[in-house]
């Protein structure tokens, strides 16, 4: 019995360890799963010519704001500036966070802000457009199919790695925190007094 604790308590250290690939494998998955699927959707919000980025089609207005779209007839013209501002905000966001995380560049902040992404795209799914029972889903159904409470859960889940872990190994901001100035280890006041006294022909110093 011993030997047989002994060896699950040396698997379990060794799984301990491995645990820094976490947020690392995080970043793969987002990458495989997550980042087309935001890029594509931002395409679809990119109005016509050089400058469609700051002028978001129709069909941006459409998904963002449905309701208020809707009242004005479905002319962007007739919406008020932060309809806009918030139009080309979201569409920046579904671009740059998702490539900030595949890069390992300000993840935990990328990552966060993604999360904030994600519950405004479910709160627009389910007031603004309507979404119905079978796709927002319920925990605890015994079904886990349903785009917004199953499967934006794990996104949030994966997303919440990367906040509390960080980027992990192959990222920039492992890069940059090593190899910058910023990356010199301060001895903090305690560490300061309590390190030794280095002996001097005169005495101490």
Same mark, same amino acid.
């Given at each position: 019995?011993?030997?047989?604790?002994?060896? /699950? %308590? =040396?698997?379990?250290?060794?799984?301990?360890r491995a645990g820094s690939l976490m947020p690392l494998l995080a970043r793969f998955l987002f990458a495989a799963v997550l980042l087309l699927y935001f890029w594509q959707s931002a395409m679809t919000k990119l109005g016509d010519g050089i400058f469609g980025i700051l002028h978001p089609s129709t069909g941006a207005y459409a998904q963002i704001f449905p309701r208020a779209f809707e009242a004005v007839g /479905? %002319? =962007?013209?007739q919406l008020s500036v932060f309809h806009w501002a918030v139009t080309v905000a979201g569409t920046?966001?579904?671009f740059i966070l998702p490539l900030l995380i595949v890069l390992g560049l300000l993840t935990r902040l990328a990552a966060l802000g993604m999360i904030g992404f994600v519950v405004v795209q479910s709160a627009t799914d389910i007031v603004g457009h309507g979404a119905d029972p079978a796709t927002?889903?319920?925990?605890f159904d015994g079904t886990a199919d349903a785009a917004i409470m199953d499967q934006r859960a794990f996104w949030i889940f994966a997303l919440l790695v990367l906040v509390i872990r960080g980027a992990g190994a192959f990222s920039l901001d492992r890069l940059l925190l090593r190899n910058g100035p910023w990356a010199r280890p301060v001895y903090p006041p305690q560490a300061r007094e309590s390190r030794p006294v280095r002996q001097t022909r005169s005495g101490t110093s």
């Amino acid at each position: 019995m011993i030997p047989l604790i002994s060896l /699950y %308590d =040396s698997l379990t250290l060794k799984l301990e360890r491995a645990g820094s690939l976490m947020p690392l494998l995080a970043r793969f998955l987002f990458a495989a799963v997550l980042l087309l699927y935001f890029w594509q959707s931002a395409m679809t919000k990119l109005g016509d010519g050089i400058f469609g980025i700051l002028h978001p089609s129709t069909g941006a207005y459409a998904q963002i704001f449905p309701r208020a779209f809707e009242a004005v007839g /479905y %002319d =962007s013209s007739q919406l008020s500036v932060f309809h806009w501002a918030v139009t080309v905000a979201g569409t920046w966001a579904e671009f740059i966070l998702p490539l900030l995380i595949v890069l390992g560049l300000l993840t935990r902040l990328a990552a966060l802000g993604m999360i904030g992404f994600v519950v405004v795209q479910s709160a627009t799914d389910i007031v603004g457009h309507g979404a119905d029972p079978a796709t927002i889903g319920a925990w605890f159904d015994g079904t886990a199919d349903a785009a917004i409470m199953d499967q934006r859960a794990f996104w949030i889940f994966a997303l919440l790695v990367l906040v509390i872990r960080g980027a992990g190994a192959f990222s920039l901001d492992r890069l940059l925190l090593r190899n910058g100035p910023w990356a010199r280890p301060v001895y903090p006041p305690q560490a300061r007094e309590s390190r030794p006294v280095r002996q001097t022909r005169s005495g101490t110093s």
